[in-house]
């Protein structure tokens, strides 16, 4: 080992044990609150690692020795499981770092617009800013006119949030040490064992209770239309994959095909579609960190649903309008996941 190596081993062995100093006072004073535990330690968290982060940027390493380092800092530190720490690190890296590079943020900045006002104060160049009314009241306030008894009626399934889980485990421990559980690789159960049809605990929806909803509806329900509002995948964020949320995308549009092939389907995108989560880039941004990869394929899967002219500005920005007219009503769907305007995208 060279003389520089060694010295830069102990510099970082140095300042992994100054911030755990820091952070495990926090720990011990809020242990009686544990509601209050992991947003207060995870706001410290977050600003020690985008510190660090823009220290080694600034220094010249590369993403994987970031990811490297930024991966032990949490280990050492033992906020979350091994296992955690390793897999969000590298699900955000390539995101967070090209956002690191391309915009000056300081740590107080990055954290308190992903943790909100708790964690720290935003400071915006354009915060204050002041709105001129005009001179036209307001208009009076007008009694809602309900429908009359007997008019045509419709009846619509929303379904939401399903986060489908097909490593569901029936049996399986429902509490280990990972923020969602049941599944096949989470050992034995401690305590009571997950529920067959799914467990109030740390469980996403088991794929086999999903099928049964959809056979019941099929045989005991009749709609006239579906609203579909997102959020599919499970809530292991740290370990999921494009091709992951595909296959997934692609099991429930053909499901939804199969069991209402005559019902129309209004659907949208939740936050957990994208990988890494809540990432939805605008269209300019281009190369491996553009959401193409996710539109394409919602167009395709969602073609089936909605009128052609609606294809290229999906795949664009997940824009559309799809209008349905029955007996009195007219459904109006107009999704814009990414504000950007068209002058952008062309």
Known sequence: MSQDTSKNTHLLDDYFKAVQKIIDPVKEELNSDKERVTPVVECLLCKVLVGLSQVLMESMK????????????????????????????KEFKEEVLSVFDLVVLSPENFC???????????HHPHEFWNITLNNIPKP?????KYPKPGLPTLRILQLSDIHVDFNYKVGGNAECN??????DIDGQPKGKPAGKWGDYRQCDTPRHTL??????????????????TGDLPGHNVWNQTRNG????????AN????????????????????????????????????????????????????????????????????????????????????????????
């Not at 617009?113 to 104060?121: P, R, V």
């Not at 009076?140 to 809602?144: D, N």
């Open 178 to 183: 990972e923020p969602v559980c049941c599944k």
């Open 211 to 228: 099928e049964s909803l959809f056979k019941h509806l099929k045989k005991n329900e009749k709609f006239d239309a579906i609203y579909w």
């Open 112 to 122: 308190g617009t992903i943790f909100g006002e708790q964690c720290a104060h935003v």
């Open 140 to 144: 009076p306030v007008t009694s809602l």
């Open 245 to 252: 949320q595909l296959e997934l995308l692609d099991y429930l």
């Open 255 to 346: 499901t939804f095909q199969t069991y209402f092939p005559d019902i129309p389907v209004f659907s949208t995108l939740g936050n957990h579609e994208s990988v890494p989560v809540n990432s939805f880039p605008p269209p300019f941004i281009k190369g491996d960190n553009s959401i193409e990869w996710l539109y394409t394929r919602v167009e395709k899967d969602w073609r089936r649903w909605l009128p052609r002219d609606t294809f290229d500005d999906i795949r664009r920005c997940f824009l559309h309008v799809a209008i349905k007219r029955r007996a009195t009503l007219n459904i109006v769907k107009y999704e814009l996941l990414q504000l950007s305007k068209l002058v952008d995208v062309n």
């Open 62 to 89: 590369t993403m994987d020795e970031i990811q490297d380092l930024l991966t032990k800092l949490c280990i050492f530190i033992k906020i979350k499981d091994d296992n955690i720490c390793r897999g969000i690190i």
